[in-house]
Nanobody, 123 residues
Framework: QVQLVESGGGLVQAGGSLRLSCTASGRTFSSSAMGWFRQAPGKEREFVAAISWSGATNYLESVEGRFTISRDNAKNTVSLQMNSLKPEDTAVYYC?????????????????WGQGTQVTVSS
């Protein structure tokens, strides 16, 4: 079992920055790929970013260059630094853990999910 707890959401103006963090407990964190997903009202949950056990990353095209995913295996945390935020980034953001070392863009590949944290970007 893996428990995930997100923090760092909030309200920010367009162009601003936020940093989301996710702390994991339970199963060995360092051998798990981690991901961030988001869900806006009335929309499907979508992939945002993923990081493998070794630090390889991939991103949703619309956030490439603005968002950075990172992990600290010593602290069992994964973070999402979000810069140049846009109103269309408004959503509930979820941290997810995968039983496997490689990152994935597919929601179905992740077995564990956090409760989500709200990010609201005002125009």
């Amino acid at each position: 079992q893996v428990q995930l707890v997100e923090s760092g959401g909030g309200l920010v103006q367009a162009g601003g920055s936020l940093r989301l963090s996710c702390t994991a407990s339970g199963r060995t964190f360092s051998s798990s790929a981690m991901g961030w997903f988001r869900q806006a009202p009335g929309k499907e949950r979508e992939f945002v970013a993923a990081i493998s056990w070794s630090g390889a990353t991939n991103y949703l095209e619309s956030v490439e260059g603005r968002f950075t995913i990172s992990r600290d295996n010593a602290k069992n945390t994964v973070s999402l630094q979000m810069n140049s935020l846009k109103p269309e980034d408004t959503a509930v953001y979820y941290c997810a853990a995968r039983i496997g070392m490689n990152g994935s863009m597919a929601r179905k590949d992740y077995s564990y999910w956090g409760q989500g944290t709200q990010v609201t970007v005002s125009s």
